[in-house]
């Protein structure tokens, strides 16, 4: 098991850990449950979907990285699928705090570069901040999106964001998680550059068409990749490296065993991830960064 489970994992109901064991035994446990891993676990503890979704929070929390903060938050997306994804907030030291992600980006992140089409709900262990309830807004589930907190009656989305502003208000009707491929190419790429091609035409970004993706090589040969998520408020947007970085925690990689990095970019949009990607980068000990345009 991955040493940053152990004392969470060690306060959990006897049954829930016997249960969990077996599928958190190994260092590289990816912090999600597929489905059919929820439901054995469900059957064992006789839990429902909302009572696993919370004894996990703890789990979830102990994949904080909180140098700056010192402050632990997990969160539980449930895809559509009936699989659940871990997510807890990422602080970076050296970098400025807008580089941060919060557990709920997080979350949703991970569920969304796994392949979750929608969401069904969101468990937090702390009430989400504005920030969190605008990004949420961007999804496909919109404000029905089901937020589950501890001690507190069941609610939506639009519930904590009421007369919310979002993506039908300028008109945009591809959502956050909603399938898309902008096809675009890049001739004679690499097996890292053709992967952050890959992230930039899944990628989100509707109101600038800055379409971008990132792709990650750490010291042992491993590859993680993200994509830009954008948002109707625009700085709640989470940059692709952000993203890239959440699949590597979540997998239990060290986000400072980065080798290598290529960010790919539309040609010709209005604004660029490079600055910010290269700035963040650095912060966490990797100077080697490949900057493509298609």
């Known amino acids: 098991m991955h040493p940053r489970f152990h004392t969470a994992f060690a306060e959990l109901p006897a049954s829930l850990q016997t249960a969990l064991e077996p599928l958190m035994r190994h260092d590289d446990f990816p912090s999600m449950l597929t489905a059919q891993q929820v439901d054995a676990v469900k059957d064992a503890c006789g839990l429902d979907n909302d009572t696993l979704a919370f004894a996990l929070l703890p789990l979830a929390a102990a994949c904080s990285i909180t140098p700056i903060s010192h402050f632990q938050v997990g969160a539980i997306a449930r895809g559509v699928s009936g699989n659940l994804y871990f997510g807890a907030n990422i602080e970076f030291s050296g970098a400025p705090l807008q580089q ?70 300028l008109n945009i009707t591809t959502l956050l998680m909603d399938t898309i491929n902008h096809g675009f190419t890049l ?17 989100h970004a509707p109101y600038s068409n800055a379409q971008s993706g990132v792709a990650l090589e750490t010291h042992d ?43 790919i970019e539309r040609n010709g949009a209005n604004l660029s991830q490079f600055d910010a990607t290269r700035a963040t980068l650095a912060a966490l000990g990797c100077q080697n960064l490949t900057h493509h345009r298609v």
């Open 100 to 169: 941060t992600i919060h557990a709920e980006q997080c979350a949703v992140s991970h569920a969304w570069l796994r392949g979750e089409k929608s969401l069904a709900s969101i468990t937090v262990n702390y009430t989400p901040c504005g920030h969190c309830r605008q990004f949420m807004n961007e999804l496909n589930s919109g404000t029905g999106l089901a937020i589950r907190l501890p001690g507190r009656a069941p609610a939506t989305l639009g519930d904590y964001l009421p007369d919310a502003f979002g993506p039908k208000d």
């Open 187 to 203: 001739a004679e790429t690499d097996a890292l550059s053709a992967q952050a091609l890959d992230a930039l035409n899944q990628s």
């Open 221 to 263: 040969g491993k590859i993680y990749t993200g994509r830009y998520a954008e948002n109707a408020a625009f700085n709640p947007s989470l940059p692709p490296l952000q993203a890239a970085l959440v699949l590597m925690t979540m997998s239990g990689a060290d986000c400072q065993q980065i080798n290598r990095a290529v960010l």
